[in-house]
């Protein structure tokens, strides 16, 4: 009965021809977390991205299960736990608009400001176009 259920969790799960990992295992979801989190103290720390074999050494996870893990996050900003590097993130803007960088001042701009970049355009006959970015 044991050994039913350990090949059981350890099963990948196929849709549609694409293999994927069950994300309702609780060890799948914890080893998630740890990745996700161990992803987010190292670049604050090394101020770049870490290698897989770093984050192996960090949470003692095989870099074959980080690798499996990484091709299974997905992306969603507002929930996304590199959030949390952002005030790094203004403040290096900040520093580089300061030396003055005229694409970190644009951004500043468009992030703390609001400001919207436009173009006009006339077609001639009174017509007129105006095209706003979306930042």
């Keep these: 009965m044991t050994q039913k ?7 990948k799960v196929v849709e549609s021809g694409k293999s994927e990992y069950k994300e309702d295992r609780i060890d799948w979801l914890r080893n ?3 990745i ?3 992803y987010v103290n190292l670049i ?3 101020k ?8 192996s050494k960090k949470t003692d996870l095989s870099i074959s299960a980080i690798r499996n893990h990484v091709k ?6 507002q929930q996304s736990p590199l959030r949390s590097l952002t005030p790094d993130v203004i403040a290096s803007i900040y520093n580089s608009c300061r030396k003055g960088s005229a694409q970190s001042q644009k951004l500043w ?6 400001w919207k970049e436009s173009s006009n355009v006339n077609l001639g006959g009174g017509v007129t176009i105006i095209h706003d970015d979306i930042i």
Excluded at 5 to 11: D, L, M, P, T, V
Excluded at 48 to 55: D, G, H, K, Y
């Design 109 to 114: 701009m468009q992030i703390m400001e609001g």
């Design 32 to 34: 998630q977390a740890i």
């Design 36 to 38: 996700q989190e161990t």
């Design 44 to 46: 604050q720390q090394l």
């Design 72 to 77: 299974e996050m997905k992306f969603e900003p």
């Design 48 to 55: 770049r991205c870490p290698t897989v074999l770093e984050v």
């Design 5 to 11: 259920k350990k090949n059981i969790k350890s099963k």
